[in-house]
């Protein structure tokens, strides 16, 4: 495939953002993660350290979110809640990259979002729960104490943002090229597999 946008859904501590580190660098392809929340708060206007909380939340109701903050002084815009705004943001933010060139994008639902785009390269990262409660202490400094309390509530709040925001099931594999394993595969391992496999990807078929 000569210019894959490889997109990157992973469960926490598993290593997926490194994977797609090391692919873009093999690759040479530009790498977008933390990227896109900045670029999002420049549209906005809102600081990003406003938005980190906003992010991979679910969205609310929109007509619900009229109801409950009508006022006749302020926009409908106003009226949204952040979080959808900033996923509207993201959206366009992601179709615009994809539109640029080959690149790896990290979560925020890329892989469906691009769902049309024949270049697209859909994986997922996971790993064993020993694994990514050792990786993430060593990695986000998180204390052995407090783990067993993030990894699920991030992985909650991953696969409801996803499943509410595409209709679809993070887990289903058939939602994505490759499901990778980097606590037997190893991260360096999984991010060779998915170089390997776009490069022998076949080219999509021209609708010309």
């Known amino acids: ?6 997109t990157i859904e992973r469960e926490y501590g598993s290593g997926g953002s490194v994977v797609g580190k090391h692919v873009a660098q093999t690759l040479g392809i530009p ?5 896109i929340l900045e670029m999002a708060s420049e549209r906005l206007g809102v600081p990003v350290s406003k938005l980190e909380g906003a992010e991979e939340s679910s969205p ?3 007509l619900y979110a009229l109801l409950m903050n009508s006022n006749p002084a302020r926009t409908m815009e106003d009226n949204i809640p952040v979080s959808d705004k900033l996923y509207i943001t993201e ?3 992601i179709k615009e990259l994809a539109e640029q060139g080959s690149c790896v994008i990290v979560g925020r639902c ?3 979002i691009l769902r049309d785009n024949p270049y697209r390269f859909p994986t997922f990262i996971y790993a064993p729960r020993s694994f990514r409660l050792q990786y993430a202490q060593n990695t986000y400094d998180v204390s ?3 783990i067993d309390t993030i990894l699920p509530r991030i992985d909650n709040r991953r696969e409801k943002f996803y499943n509410i ?3 679809g099931n993070w887990h289903d594999k ?3 090229a490759l499901c990778l394993n980097t606590g037997i595969v190893g991260i360096e391992g999984c991010a060779q597999i998915i170089v390997d496999a776009v490069r022998s990807y076949p080219e999509p078929e021209s609708n010309a």
């Open 110 to 112: 890329a892989n469906w």
């Open 174 to 176: 058939g939602n994505y």
């Open 1 to 6: 495939m000569k210019h894959p946008i490889i």
């Open 60 to 62: 609310k109701s929109f």
């Open 165 to 167: 925001n595409t209709g």
């Open 144 to 146: 052995a104490k407090d």
């Open 91 to 93: 959206t366009q933010i």
């Open 31 to 35: 790498f977008y993660n933390h990227e």
